[in-house]
């Protein structure tokens, strides 16, 4: 099973928005999962998505910055609107294949807000 | 609530010896166990799960885990380590509460194996 993300590194300016997207390449995925990673540290689940219906986020994810689209069976977007340098981190999406337990993981995306 | 500790940063063993991670967790109702391996600037990959059934799981690259319900634990075994498995491990575990499918994740153990 394989996920990919593109791009795989982005530097943008603060106050604009970077898309992000997830593709599963061999496998329909019912479920997405988006992450945020910092430096030497655990996995932050940002927010669930489901195919067709509204993401769900974690405490304290702000909704309105980080839009998430799962438009079809694989493809989930994840959006940074006005970014910001606090915004900076590895952000990783996993996806669920139908029943199965695991998840499996993209490469990461490495965003650097100036 | 759900959680899991790995009690180690990091653990250094020789190239040939056999290596253990840890992992202990926290769940209510049964766990489902999980084991990845990250390296730098990389997503993570899947070595292996447990569900149900018989308690040493084995998995990709050599690796197995065996679960201990009554210790709660979950911890990562080789038993030959080679250079190339130096890496950053996660543990994690979901009760499916919901069938959400979520993952809570340990805190990592980087693994340094040594020539």
């Known amino acids: 099973a394989v996920v990919s993300q593109h791009p795989s590194w982005v530097i943008c300016k603060s106050g604009t928005s970077v898309k992000i997207e997830c593709r599963s390449l061999?496998?329909?995925?019912?479920?997405m999962f988006w992450y945020r990673q910092f430096p030497k540290q655990s996995l932050m689940l940002m927010a669930t998505?489901?195919?067709?219906?509204?993401?769900?986020?974690e405490q304290g994810v702000e909704k309105d910055k980080f839009l998430i689209n799962h438009a079809s069976l694989t493809l989930s977007t994840l959006t940074v609107t006005s970014a910001h340098p606090e915004d900076s981190s590895f952000y990783i999406c996993?996806?669920?294949?139908?029943?199965?337990?695991?998840?499996?993981f993209g490469p990461g995306t490495r965003l650097t807000v100036t | 609530a759900q959680s899991v500790a790995q009690p180690e940063d990091q653990v250094n063993v020789a190239e040939g010896n056999p290596l253990t991670v840890k992992c202990t967790y926290s769940?209510?109702?049964?766990?489902?166990l999980f084991w990845y391996v990250q390296y730098p600037n990389r997503g993570l990959q899947f070595l292996l799960k447990?569900?149900?059934?018989?308690?040493l799981v084995k998995g990709s690259y050599g690796f197995e885990a065996e679960f201990n319900k009554s210790q709660t634990s979950f911890h990562l075994k080789k038993p030959s380590a080679l250079v190339s498995d130096s890496a950053l491990y996660f543990c994690?575990?979901?009760?499916?509460?919901?069938?959400?499918?979520?993952?809570?994740f340990g805190q990592g153990t980087t693994l340094q194996v040594k020539p």
């Open positions: 996993s996806a669920r294949r139908g029943a199965q337990y695991e998840q499996y």
């Open positions: 061999d496998f329909q995925a019912t479920t």
């Open positions: 998505s489901n195919e067709g219906s509204k993401a769900t986020y």
């Open positions: 769940v209510s109702g049964n766990p489902y």
């Open positions: 447990y569900i149900t059934g018989d308690n």
């Open positions: 994690a575990v979901s009760s499916y509460s919901g069938n959400t499918g979520k993952l809570i």
